[in-house]
């Protein structure tokens, strides 16, 4: 049984900085896409970061150069470095795991797992 298990979130004003954790269990290879994903209200879920199996990340257009996704050195842990946090970032972010190929790696109906989630709120 995968469970996958976010914490981290809060309520921070913009250009601050917050750290998302997701810690996964019963995952017991490598072979996973680890990814963040985040949803605002009345939205779809979209694409923030993934670590690929080859461990290289890749970034949303819009958080490019301000978030940082990264693993533990246990490989159970993937972290969501945010930074210049923007009142456009509010949403709840969820932590998803995929077997799929890299060129689907952005979708997230192409993700096996998900945890439960964590809001973010960016407000003055």
């Known amino acids: 049984q995968v469970q996958l298990v976010e914490s981290g979130g809060g309520l921070v004003q913009p250009g601050g900085s917050l750290r998302l954790s997701c810690v996964s269990s019963g995952i017991t290879d490598a072979g996973y896409q680890m990814g963040w994903f985040r949803q605002a209200p009345g939205k779809p879920r979209e694409f923030v970061a993934v670590i690929a199996r080859n461990n290289h990340a890749y970034y949303a257009e819009s958080v490019n150069g301000r978030f940082t996704i990264s693993r533990g050195n246990d490989k159970s842990t993937v972290y969501l470095q945010m930074d210049t946090l923007k009142p456009e970032d509010t949403a709840v972010y969820y932590c998803?795991?995929?077997?799929?190929?890299?060129?689907?790696?952005?979708?997230?109906?192409?993700?096996?797992?998900w945890g439960q989630g964590t809001q973010v709120t960016v407000s003055s």
């Open positions: 998803g795991a995929s077997r799929t190929v890299l060129s689907s790696i952005r979708n997230p109906n192409m993700y096996n797992y």
